[in-house]
């Protein structure tokens, strides 16, 4: 850690995934420079990242080896892109995501950085070569998407564009391992990524329940949260296959018949508008109150942190 201090990462964009990522980089001991177009938000980002590093050692959760008073001396913030990004090793954008916004902000990056340093981007969805296309340092360019919250759910999904260099693909992975975050490589450029593109198959099948009258939300909730989610913690949904069989050869023996049929009464994709949108939202919202978000989210995000934890001493024997 004393080494790692050294090294600089820029944030570029502290709203909430930026202001999460710079606490993941500091509990590994990195030198953080925040940046925001609004300098109120560098400030909002930095008093977040107090109020969370206290709560979080309050209930025994904190990251890594660094005290709260380490760790947030090794976050500082600035209202000037080049202090930000000139001397870091690797830049983690977070701005708004918006093709001509994130275009326009790696140019100017593209403009101030080293020539060695790793560009990455919070995009959760805009593939790489769209918004690297025409950087000069194009081939330092990498998306890492993070899960929301990031400091919570460690998954990031790394996805290089065809011109990336192999090893930034390489760096970036061990980055993201050492800070406790867990890569995972999308090979190929698809819209949506991977957590995405199977979340959005979940959703719409709860939309598409809730819509014909199968479930009430709470319970299409329970169904993940107290049934699949529960397994889906510790395993993916392939070997839970694997092991709810005797492998996969006999899981596709026993069930090819009534997966395949099942799956063929999804039908097609649903907008989430209209009526059913409105019932969603009032039955959630009897159940969780619009100005008690925030309360919930900490309530959230408690529950992550000691399933993380956990996770890590399950792990340790
Ligand atoms: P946010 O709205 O919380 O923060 C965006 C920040 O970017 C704001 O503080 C804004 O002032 C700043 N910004 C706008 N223009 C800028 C510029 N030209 N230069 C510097 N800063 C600028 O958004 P959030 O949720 O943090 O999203 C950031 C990125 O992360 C997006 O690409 C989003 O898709 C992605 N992401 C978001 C997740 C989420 O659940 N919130 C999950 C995974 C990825």
Not at 12 to 40: N, T
Request: aromatic fraction near 8%.
């Amino acid at each position: 850690a004393a080494k790692n201090s050294e090294q600089q990462v820029g944030i570029v964009g502290s709203g909430l995934i930026g202001h999460s990522f710079a606490m993941i980089y500091a509990a590994s001991g990195y030198r953080v420079r925040i940046y925001d177009i609004k300098p109120e938000q560098v400030q909002h980002a930095l008093s977040t990242i107090d109020e969370q590093l206290e709560h979080l050692a309050k209930n025994g959760l904190l990251r890594g080896k660094l005290t709260v008073k380490e760790q947030r001396s090794l976050i500082t913030g600035t209202n000037d892109l080049a202090e930000c990004v000139k001397d870091a090793f690797f830049i983690q954008e977070c701005v708004y995501e918006d093709l001509d916004l994130k275009r326009g902000v790696h140019a100017k990056i593209d403009g101030l950085c080293k020539d060695d340093v790793i560009i990455a981007s919070s995009a959760s969805a805009l593939i790489p070569s769209l918004i690297s296309q025409n950087l000069k340092h194009k081939n330092r360019f990498i998306v890492c998407h993070p899960t929301n919250p990031p400091f919570y759910a460690p998954l990031v999904e790394v996805i290089p564009a065809p011109w990336t260099d192999p090893d930034v693909v390489v760096t970036t992975k061990q980055l993201l391992a050492e800070t406790g975050q867990v890569p995972v490589i999308v090979k190929k450029e698809i819209d949506g990524f991977v957590l995405n593109r199977i979340q959005y198959s979940i959703i719409g099948e709860c939309w598409r329940l809730y819509e014909e009258g199968v479930m009430s939300v709470e319970d299409i909730d329970k169904v993940m949260s107290e049934g699949l989610g529960r397994r889906y913690a510790f395993m993916g949904p392939l070997e839970t296959a694997y092991l709810n069989a005797d492998g996969m050869y006999n899981y596709g023996d026993k069930y090819k018949e009534m997966i395949y049929r099942v799956q063929c009464t999804f039908g097609a994709p649903r907008k989430m508008e209209g009526p059913t949108l409105d019932k969603i939202q009032n039955e959630l919202t009897s159940r969780i109150p619009l100005d008690q978000l925030n309360e919930r989210r900490k309530w959230r995000d408690i529950r992550l942190a000691s399933l993380q934890k956990l996770k890590n001493d399950l792990d340790k024997k």
